[in-house]
């Protein structure tokens, strides 16, 4: 039984979802977001929710300590859940 978990939650894996997922992708885009607000101090282009998770998640302390980043991409986030 404890054998069938572990193939299960390798497949699961495999297949994007679960604890094994690799976040390199949303991680990626969560550095594009990162890169646009840091090209004028706002978000420009609109992107996957995921990806705004991952600019907060990922975001360096002196930019969430010295600048609006995280407020601003806290806000795009919101705005892009409530269709604003």
């Known amino acids: 039984m404890l054998r069938l978990g572990v193939v ?3 497949v699961l894996g ?3 979802c679960g604890p ?3 976040p390199s992708s949303e ?3 969560g550095d ?3 890169s646009d607000w840091a090209d004028d101090g706002s978000i420009g282009r609109t992107y ?3 990806c705004y998770q991952a600019a907060l998640e990922t975001l360096p302390e002196d930019l969430r300590a010295y600048t609006t980043a995280a407020e601003d ?3 795009a986030l919101s705005s892009k859940r409530f269709g604003r």
Do not use: H, S, T, Y
Request: hydrophobic share 55%.
């Open 32 to 34: 594009k977001v990162v």
């Open 20 to 22: 094994f997922r690799a």
């Open 14 to 16: 495999l297949l994007g």
């Open 48 to 50: 996957p929710a995921p």
């Open 73 to 75: 991409i806290a806000r």
């Open 27 to 29: 991680r990626d885009c």
């Open 8 to 10: 299960a939650l390798l």
